[in-house]
């Protein structure tokens, strides 16, 4: 095995939901991996979620000092303070998250998962490569987005219209499943996972500090933009890119189809035989599901709603709260 049997986490804030909890506890029982760390940049609030994670095996929370994490890096790689004073100039937890994943890696290697995630299965296979990223279905690659070509604007207008139509169709997931293949492959930043001093991760982090300040506020500037970009470039040594169907088998928009209502539900016609993760995108349309998602909830939804008989099939014990 080259890449650590560990799986990192990371979380900017004092309150933890619930459905962030399920993506560590998945992780800890479905990953075959002996140590689970939430990295944790604030004191975390005392209640059942923090609870739930103490109480679980091979669950480790790791308090986190950010600008001493960064400073580490700047010292090993000779970056001299541009990211620590990037990460101080950003005031959006998603951008600060992106640039602490790839440090942790970059400083102890292993596997990174986003909260918005389900593990579903061993993680094992993925250690025999020494860097890995994923890929997933979507419509507005940057080739497309700037292209003048109206011929390419026209054809991917019309993968965005029939995307949308397939979100609100019923059982639509699996129309799109016959279709995916007419759609681009993205890069995402969400499953990430390599040796320590990794290539990538190096160049993810001299990357970083060179982004135009006008750029850095930009939605997924520091995230899968960036990873497609330096990708796209080369250099990278043996990197292994994974099919959607590894960590994105239900891609961006279609995803909603996790919380749509339906009378039965087979979690595993989601699944396919590749699939270690799903992720369910809570920073798109589904974020406002966050809040709602409790052990009772899931245990009320798992006969009609994908997510919650996903979540009730990935961890047997769930915890015994409202």
């Known amino acids: 095995m080259t890449i650590p049997s560990r799986v990192h986490f990371c979380w900017i804030g004092t309150s933890l939901p619930w459905a962030y909890v399920f993506a560590i506890l998945s992780a800890a029982e479905r990953s075959e991996m002996p140590e689970i760390i939430l990295h944790h940049t604030d004191a975390l609030d005392d209640g059942p979620e923090r609870r739930a994670l103490e109480q679980a095996p091979r669950v480790r929370l790791s308090r986190l000092d950010p600008i001493a994490c960064l400073a580490e890096v700047e ?54 490569v020494r860097q890995f990223v994923g890929t997933e279905f979507i419509v507005w690659p940057q080739c497309v987005r700037t292209s003048r070509s109206p011929i390419v604007r026209v054809r991917h207008m019309g993968l965005s219209v029939v995307r949308r139509l397939l979100r609100k169709m019923p059982q639509g997931w699996k129309a799109f499943r016959r279709i995916e293949n007419f759609y681009s492959l993205g890069l995402n930043n969400a499953v990430m996972g390599g040796e320590a001093r990794a290539p990538l991760f190096e160049a993810y982090l001299r990357a970083m500090p060179l982004l135009p300040p006008t750029c850095r506020t930009r939605p997924f500037a520091l995230g899968p933009h960036m990873l497609q970009h330096l990708v796209a470039q080369g250099g990278l040594g043996d990197l292994t890119i994974y099919p959607p169907r590894v960590f994105y088998p239900m891609p961006p928009v279609i995803s909603e189809h996790l919380f749509c209502n339906s009378r039965s539900v087979q979690p595993e016609n989601v699944l396919l035989p590749e699939t270690r993760v799903v992720h369910w995108y809570a920073s798109v349309r589904t974020k406002s599901r966050v809040a709602q998602i409790t052990p009772r909830y899931v245990r009320d939804h798992r006969d009609h709603q994908l997510y919650s008989a996903l979540v009730c099939s990935c961890i047997r014990d769930l915890p015994d709260v409202a």
């Open 75 to 128: 010292q090993e790689t000779g970056i001299d303070g541009e990211l620590v004073a990037l990460y101080r100039s950003l005031g959006s937890p998603v951008m600060r998250a992106d640039m602490l994943r790839v440090a942790i890696l970059y400083l102890r290697g292993g596997i990174y998962l986003d909260l918005d995630t389900i593990t579903t299965a061993s993680f094992r296979p993925l250690l025999e």
